[in-house]
């Protein structure tokens, strides 16, 4: 019997395994998939991260692959509206740091088996966890066969697709939303350098963000659900829209995306606690959630350390469980703002609010609290 099961090792449950592990902890970490996944959704680390992140020593090494975001810019109709600086957000880490979560969960990936080679399951796919009030049973599947692990405590960083979610049974507030998106990254011929550009325009938003090894991710906000196409679809796009020429033969990553929000209403029940994408989904505009799950684990780690000495833990899960669906709700109100902000708009009202933005960016009070927001501070 282990102390700690963790469900999913994704970037969440690689970061909470690693947290706990340096601490003594026994954990086993159940990860389906036999290797890791090659498709790199997130790429922003905000500052609160990265702090965590050292906690477990692996920001310097994030740090070293990834490109430091310290400017962004507004654009709209070929002009810059507004700048932003992250120079104020953080003594520690002062930037966005913007590296593929691919890269990201494999520095993870490395610590967790550096604090114990055996900590990690690969292909060991969990089906249904049970409570017994004194322990908790996780039945999985493993290479056809079917295995059992026992510990004290699980904690499920199983994903969108949660399958202890399910077995909860807990209520979800859930959004769908109108929007939705294709995104691409290509070789960076902007000049742009490590500076994030968010062109508002006309007919939908385009984000750019830099990335290693002389790349950019260009997300467009898509006319019609279901619309987008190939690599060179979307470089016309980008060109109509904000005049950026886009080579579509460098073109590495392709997909589209819709968005919703899914907040659990209980992340805690008996000895199982739910945390990471399985406690809250919340729309990719704004970059959040991969940063949100890590900070879960940053609040849960001491109050699974204590309960494993022993101690009466019931207030503080719910302190837990209120300041994380808190946090959750605050992300995915912030993801709103930012989708509204994206969307298509006729000339007239489009240049009246993008003149609001260029005037709201001079003002350095306003500027630094946007700033701050948009870095989970
Ligand atoms: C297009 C896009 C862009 C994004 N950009 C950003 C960004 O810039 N910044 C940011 O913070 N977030 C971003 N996100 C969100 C981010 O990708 C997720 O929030 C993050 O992956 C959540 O991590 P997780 O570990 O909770 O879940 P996941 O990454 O989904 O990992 C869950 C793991 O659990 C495993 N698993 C599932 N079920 C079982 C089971 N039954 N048994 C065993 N294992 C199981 C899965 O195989 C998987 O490895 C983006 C998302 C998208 C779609």
Redesign the pocket.
């Known amino acids: 019997m282990d102390d700690v099961l963790v ?7 690689l970061f909470m395994a690693a947290l706990l592990l340096q601490q003594g902890v026994s954990v086993r970490v ?4 036999t290797g890791a ?1 090659p498709h790199s ?4 680390i905000h500052p609160p991260s990265l702090d965590a992140l050292q906690e477990i020593g692996v920001a310097p090494d994030l740090v070293a692959e990834g490109v430091p975001i310290r400017r962004g810019l507004a654009v709209g109709g070929g002009r810059t509206l507004a700048e932003m600086s992250f120079a104020g957000v953080s003594d520690s880490y002062p930037f966005v740091l913007s590296l593929p ?1 691919a890269r990201t969960a494999a520095i993870l990936e490395q610590r967790v088996r550096h604090l114990d080679p055996a900590a990690l399951h690969r292909g ?3 089906t249904r966890v049970h409570d017994d009030g004194g322990k908790v049973t996780a039945d999985a599947t493993a290479g056809g066969s079917a295995v059992r692990y026992t510990a004290a405590i699980v904690i499920a ?5 949660s ?1 202890v979610r399910a077995q909860f049974g807990t209520p979800v507030r859930a959004k769908d939303y109108p929007d939705s998106y294709q ?1 691409g990254d290509f070789a960076d011929s902007t000049g742009f350098g490590p500076v994030a550009a968010l062109f508002l325009e006309s007919a939908g938003i385009v984000e750019s963000f830099p990335l290693p090894g002389n790349l950019r991710r260009w997300v467009v906000r898509l006319a019609e659900p279901g619309s987008g196409g190939d690599a060179r679809w979307l470089v016309d796009r980008i060109r109509q829209r904000t005049g950026v020429e886009v080579d579509p033969e460098s073109n590495s990553v392709l997909s589209r ?1 819709g968005v919703r929000t899914r907040l659990v209403r209980r992340m805690v029940a008996g000895r199982t606690v739910l945390i ?3 406690a809250h989904e919340i729309s ?1 505009i704004g ?5 949100l ?1 890590w900070l879960d684990a940053v609040a849960l780690a001491p109050v699974v350390l204590a309960s494993l000495h022993g101690k009466h833990v019931g207030a503080e899960l719910r302190g837990f469980e209120a300041r994380r669906k808190a946090a959750a709700a605050r992300a995915a109100r912030q993801s709103e703002i930012n989708m509204a902000l994206g969307r298509p708009l006729p000339a007239g009202p489009w240049s009246v609010r993008n003149r609001a933005i260029g005037a709201a960016g001079a003002v350095p009070a306003v500027n630094g609290f946007v700033a701050r927001r948009f870095t989970m501070q």
């Open positions: 469900i999913g090792g994704g970037p969440v449950g159940l990860e389906q998939r996944e959704r997130a790429i922003g979560q060991v796919r969990v960083a199983d994903g969108v697709r399958t995104m995306f990471g994408d399985a990719p970059g959040q959630g991969m940063n799950g």
